[in-house]
């Protein structure tokens, strides 16, 4: 089974590539997945499933790991669907066809993972930390969005990509200003943070 799961996880990245669909670098699962271990995660909330490699991950990483996930895009839902039932890992992971501002969930979790739509971060984050437990942590993925955030604006063309990457300098901010959580930016893949929620 392992061995199958290891050409599973090829099949997907390679499809990822050859479809454009962007999921997490390597160094950046393997960040993700070992502070699951360390911290002995059971309950993840992922805002943006794409076509389901890094709910996947997770659930590999640990047999007590579940996981929510939210994605509105049909195409990488249905892909998603198709690939967590590859791994016969439907019992443990849930997926919700929705635009995750617009969903409201009563559950908590140990971890909010959000790897959706960069502008929206600052929603996503204010949206679902109520729904962590008291000991809980948010991990955002692609902070440096393709080392754009660290280069001058002046130097990125795209008037959208500009747009984007100032919102995720906003999101930088927030989380620095954020008297709630203890941020750390890790130079790990893409850019991750880790905000810990302060005990009151």
């Known amino acids: 089974m392992v061995n199958n799961n290891y050409a599973l996880i090829k099949e997907i990245r390679e499809y990822a590539k050859l479809n454009k669909v962007p999921i997490m670098q390597d160094e950046g699962i393997d960040f993700l997945t070992t502070f699951i271990i360390k911290h002995q995660i059971k309950d993840v909330l992922e805002i943006g499933t794409a076509i389901g490699y890094s709910a996947i991950m997770m659930c590999l990483c640990s047999p007590n ?19 967590i039932k590859k791994f016969h890992l439907e019992d443990r992971i849930t997926l919700i066809f929705n635009d995750a501002l617009n969903v409201k969930l009563d559950d908590k979790y140990d971890l909010v993972f959000i790897d959706a739509a960069k502008a929206q971060n600052i929603r996503f984050f204010e949206l679902y930390e109520r729904n962590l437990k008291d000991v809980g942590y948010i991990i955002t993925d692609n902070i440096y969005f393709h080392g754009l955030v660290k280069q001058n604006e ?38 991750i943070s880790v905000s810990i929620k302060k005990s009151k």
């Open 154 to 191: 002046k130097e990125i063309k795209s008037r959208n990509i500009r747009g984007i990457v100032r919102k995720i300098k906003d999101y930088i901010n927030f989380l620095k200003d954020n008297v709630n959580y203890e941020t750390t930016i890790y130079d790990a893949g893409d850019g």
């Open 65 to 83: 790991v579940r996981v929510t996930s939210i994605e509105r895009d049909e195409k990488k839902y249905l892909e998603a669907v198709k690939n």
